[in-house]
């Protein structure tokens, strides 16, 4: 196993089920030095899926926005990669050396590498239209600030 660079918590987000089936259900999510973000059921602490974002490049931070669904990872190529964990599998392209996983959409080009990510869901009654805000700081102890809208 490689060196662990962040662990992250998601719950469950049904509100009206059991205690046990809301310890089943819940996921821990961890990024790695080896590029890769593994998510573990929390019940089991079995490996349920593991996302490759990128080849020999640490993955520094993650973040789940719980609205969209997507699973967010910051990495020292000094990119953000969201992957959708709604769809039903994530797709491969084969790299000449690693598979890669696809994201839904990424943020490349950044000035410096992200360090920590955050994440706040917006009431539906905000004036402004967003649903969901992910802020990112870096190594030069800068933040990033991402809105995003339906």
Known sequence: MDMITCILQIFPEDKDI?????KRKMKYVTASKDGTVKIWNSYSSKLELTIKVTVGVW????????LSKRLVAGSANRMI?????ASTSLKQVVQPED????????IEGLIGIPLCLDY????ADNNDGYIESLLCGDDFGKVDLYH???
């Open 18 to 22: 059991s205690h046990e089936q809301f």
């Open 120 to 123: 706040h869901k917006w009431a």
């Open 81 to 85: 990669s969201f992957y959708d964990l």
């Open 99 to 106: 598979p890669i996983t696809v994201p839904a959409s990424r």
């Open 59 to 66: 993955v520094t931070c993650v973040e789940y926005m719980a």
């Open 148 to 150: 995003f809208t339906q």
